[in-house]
């Protein structure tokens, strides 16, 4: 993984995909599972849900640096693709994660601002979460294959 990596767009929408050999349903049930989030997604200090993830589902997030925030789950094609949203002061984020290849297995993590402050939160956050993306999406990967992290 080139540790220069930066995921492809603009602060306000973007995305990264990423080929692998782990095993879908370790990725899906990582993706699925926000108690594991903290393990890969290298922004995140800890993440709390209750029951099923299942559309309308709300949790927490606790990131690293900043306040705990709410998120809800917006869609959900099962062992396919999610999205959840998480409030910010007049805007939201939205995070959608997607297989979008088999044989060999791509996986894609969307992320993008909305609402009236989109842009003010895109300008303030999206360079880290750019730069973080291709590294969080290398750790889900390796933790999902069983490697450890390097």
Do not use: C
């Not at 979460?129 to 450890?148: E, H």
């Amino acid at each position: 993984m080139d540790r220069l990596a930066i995921a492809q767009g603009a602060n306000k929408r973007f995305f990264h995909e990423l080929q692998t050999t782990a095993d879908p349903a370790g990725i899906w049930e990582l993706w699925t599972t926000p108690s594991s989030w903290k393990a890969w997604d290298l922004g995140l200090a800890d993440a709390e849900f209750d029951g099923p993830f299942v559309v309308g589902a709300v949790g927490r997030i606790v990131p690293k640096s900043g306040p705990k925030a709410r998120f809800r789950v917006i869609a959900l094609d099962p062992e396919q693709s999610y999205a959840i949203r998480t409030a910010l002061p007049l805007a939201g984020l939205v995070v959608a994660r997607s297989f979008v290849g088999q044989s060999p297995t791509i996986i894609r993590h969307d992320v993008h601002f909305e609402r009236l402050l989109g842009g003010f939160w895109a300008g303030l956050l999206g360079p880290g979460f750019r730069k973080a993306l291709p590294l969080t999406m290398d750790a889900l990967v390796k933790l999902a294959a069983g490697r450890p992290e390097q």
